[in-house]
Nanobody
Framework: QVQVVESGGGLVQPGGSLRLSCVAS????????MGWYRQPPGNERELVAY???????NYPRAVKGRFTISRDNAKNTVYLQMNSLKPEDTAVYYC???????????????WGQGTQVTVSS
């Protein structure tokens, strides 16, 4: 059973920075893609950043240029550097770790419990 644990959330002023970390453990095979989603209060969960095992990253327009995702494959760890934070970035941030597709092409995704990020003065 894969366990995913996030850390690094907290309270920050607008314009500030935070760095989130996420470790996936317990897998007997290499972790494939990893990424971050967030769920603002009263809204649905939305993609923040995604990175594959080769290091190719994708971001939605809302965070592109401000957030940077990176990973350490040897440690099954993914990071999210968040700069120029805005009040609308306030949300619970969830990390996910994907196993490689099985023979049927299905991907098993594991989620962390989430970490709160609050951007407020």
């Amino acid at each position: 059973q894969v366990q995913v644990v996030e850390s690094g959330g907290g309270l920050v002023q607008p314009g500030g920075s935070l760095r989130l970390s996420c470790v996936a453990s317990g897998s007997s095979i290499s972790i494939d893609a990893m990424g971050w989603y967030r769920q603002p209060p009263g809204n649905e969960r939305e993609l923040v950043a995604y990175i594959d095992r080769a290091g190719h990253a994708n971001y939605p327009r809302a965070v592109k240029g401000r957030f940077t995702i990176s990973r350490d494959n040897a440690k099954n760890t993914v990071y999210l550097q968040m700069n120029s934070l805005k009040p609308e970035d306030t949300a619970v941030y969830y990390c996910h770790a994907d196993l490689p597709p099985d023979d049927l092409g299905q991907v098993l995704t594991y989620w962390g419990q989430g970490t709160q990020v609050t951007v407020s003065s």
